[in-house]
């Protein structure tokens, strides 16, 4: 499978896909419309379509019956973001090789691709499985938190911050679920019947950005063709969360800070203050006490936001939690799918227990809902339903080509490259540590400030005694 086309709305992640699928050494054409993806298949035949769902001029059903009726035997892989899964259960049960959640994974793309040129693909239980009605069915929680003691402690702030007008800053990695933790604080409010307004700073061009935070006149710049309400006034009342802060231009920052002390705005070419009463919660992924003392955050407006700051840890910082998270998505894509539950196999539910989760939260959604469609006729998700990047996690966090001992343990030699100096160094320490607590796992893992779970698998694969 050598030739490839590429359907994707951005020209941006056309020419990604192309610079690497073709050091891959295959042959790619690209385009953004779906129409001329059509035409272009009219005139050469292609082993491969890669296509967004989600297409300007049309939709994935429709752009997978326009090219069936070019091409019966094409080979297609449909990626997307937020797709409704039973659209795509539908085209998997037409003869769509594969589905791909963006942003997409190098490693899960390649597999697809060899997958779909080797003749497999996918097939849904979704027939063989009988559909129970949403109605008979108990209502699910909305929202998941934890119960590991670090998830317990950031309810509890929640509890405390949400009641008072406190402008609150929300700091964690990409994914740990900022936003959900920002109306969990909203709902918690005296605010709670106002509207809740999210805004993506990091979509936010440095042009538009003080037109969509505060609105415009008709006829302030070439375009404004009417008088536009700017976010700020869709907050009024409620809550305003403004994600990714730090990406704010400088000008913008300057007008928020007026907003925030004074409780006005003014239009982009406007005369007129406008009063209004909104609470700023914003989000961050970077440390912006830090980046305050830098030219790229004003000092000032950090510490207008900073009357509370509240610190979501990684969802490596607390795996006890990760079981919790696997049964709320399985439960919240049975109901998108309306089907039962799919259940996880044991070897899959440990490769998703020991994985260290970089996307967080969010990733482990994406994970749960893709795996989901790959589930058995049993309703199964096995370890051949999750990506590459999780089922070979082991092999490429600790090297697929060390020595193991009879048992498939690794084992650690006297090698003098990187990988085998920090693998004894980290044996000497577990091993270290061990001896002094005298052979407390419990306590072991708490020295080592690292998970119960964690630690096993770390003395199996160090092959130290346990």
Known sequence: M????????????????????????????????GNHALQMLQQK???????????????GNIF??????????ANMILMGKEVNLKNVVSLIQKGAKNFISKPLNPDELLDAIREAGNGTNYKSPIDSTPIQKAKDRPKAPERVTGKSKKARAI???????GPTNFTVIIQG???????????LIHQKSMRKDGPFVAVDCGCLSRELAGSELFGHEKGAFTGAVFQKAGFFEQANGGTIFLDEIANLPMDIQIALLRALQEKVIRKIGGTKEISVDVRIIAATNENLSQKSETANFREDLYFRLCEYTLDVPSLRERPEDIPMFIDFFLEETSRELGR???KVCKEANALLEEYDWPGNIRELRNVI?????????????RKDCLPSRISNYKNSLYGSDEPTDSKGFLS???????????LKAESKRIMEVLEKVRYNKTKAAEVLNIHRKTLYVKLKLLNIPC
Do not use: M, W
């Open 45 to 59: 035949k292609y082993d491969l379509i890669l296509a967004e769902y989600s297409l300007p001029d049309t939709t």
């Open 2 to 33: 050598k030739h490839v086309l590429v359907v994707d709305n951005q020209i941006s992640n056309c020419e990604l896909l192309s610079k690497f699928l073709t050091k891959k050494n295959y042959t790619v054409a690209t385009t953004t419309k």
């Open 155 to 161: 309810i509890e702030q929640v509890e405390r911050v």
């Open 64 to 73: 997978f019956d326009e090219v069936q009726k070019i091409n019966p035997t």
């Open 340 to 342: 039962p539950k799919a």
């Open 369 to 381: 809902r893709r795996s989901t469609l790959f589930a058995d006729s049993e309703n199964i998700i």
């Open 173 to 183: 990695e990409t994914g740990t679920g900022k936003e959900s933790l920002a109306r």
């Open 412 to 422: 650690v030699t006297n090698k003098g490259d990187l990988k085998s100096t920090a």
